[in-house]
T-cell receptor, first 113, second 113 residues
Framework: GAGVSQTPSNKVTEKGKYVELRCDPI?????LYWYRQSLGQGPEFLIY????????DSGLPNDRFFAVRPEGSVSTLKIQRTERGDSAVYLC???????????FGPGTRLTVT | QKEVEQNSGPLSVPEGAIASLNCTYS??????FFWYRQYSGKSPELIMF????GDKEDGRFTAQLNKASQYVSLLIRDSQPSDSATYLC?????????????FGKGTMLLVSP
């Protein structure tokens, strides 16, 4: 079946601009996660959704970052007033239930100039 | 603070040899352990997961878990050049409500023909 999909695959934006990154999880997966990966590092947790609600947003670095999952499927990660330090690959993962294996999408490479 | 430690490598092995990748973790309450393979420029791909002490085999891959020593390893038998990638160890612990993953920085494996 179809895996996790993310759009866009690449996003270049200017410092101070607003961006939205989209994730479409595997069908039937109730848990959805956002991670961020910088070069040479492992993925770093940002936020976790169980259904429509953000069950854990402790990884969001500051209030410029926000994510939604209004219908319990597709999720959007929103970054306001982007900074150069936000440049990274943003990964989305989904799992059948929260304690199960997580499957990653291809990621969105964000570059803030 | 939960930590997952891996030797960054590179670990170099000849084709056909056994590659041994190691990982230690700090959260004694951790329950689930995952190995992801990540090719350069790609997203992490789940290759093994283990929940109980002991060994778990899947094809050429064997995951080993020792909770008392807080140690998990991945053995790759009959290594192939196509196995050359970064291997990420991830831990899903009680402290995160069994939801989020904490990743190590990964070990780069190089398999020479």
């Amino acid at each position: 079946g179809a895996g996790v999909s993310q759009t866009p695959s690449n996003k270049v934006t200017e410092k101070g601009k607003y961006v939205e990154l989209r994730c479409d999880p595997i069908s039937g997966h109730t848990a959805l996660y956002w991670y961020r990966q910088s070069l040479g590092q492992g993925p770093e947790f940002l936020i976790y959704f169980q259904g429509t609600g953000a069950a854990d947003d402790s990884g969001l670095p500051n209030d410029r970052f926000f994510a939604v999952r209004p219908e319990g499927s597709v999720s959007t990660l929103k970054i306001q007033r982007t900074e150069r330090g936000d440049s990274a690959v943003y990964l989305c993962a989904s799992s059948l239930r929260r304690e199960n294996e997580q499957y990653f999408g291809p990621g969105t490479r964000l570059t803030v100039t | 603070q939960k930590e997952v430690e891996q030797n960054s490598g590179p670990l170099s092995v000849p084709e056909g040899a056994i590659a041994s990748l190691n990982c230690t973790y700090s959260d004694r309450g951790s329950q689930s352990f995952f190995w992801y393979r990540q090719y350069s420029g790609k997203s992490p791909e789940l290759i093994m997961f283990i929940y109980s002490n002991g060994d778990k085999e899947d094809g050429r891959f064997t995951a080993q878990l020792n909770k008392a020593s807080q140690y998990v390893s991945l053995l790759i038998r009959d290594s192939q050049p196509s196995d050359s990638a970064t291997y990420l160890c991830a831990v899903n612990g009680y402290g995160s409500g069994y939801s989020t993953l904490t990743f190590g920085k990964g070990t780069m494996l190089l398999v020479s023909p």
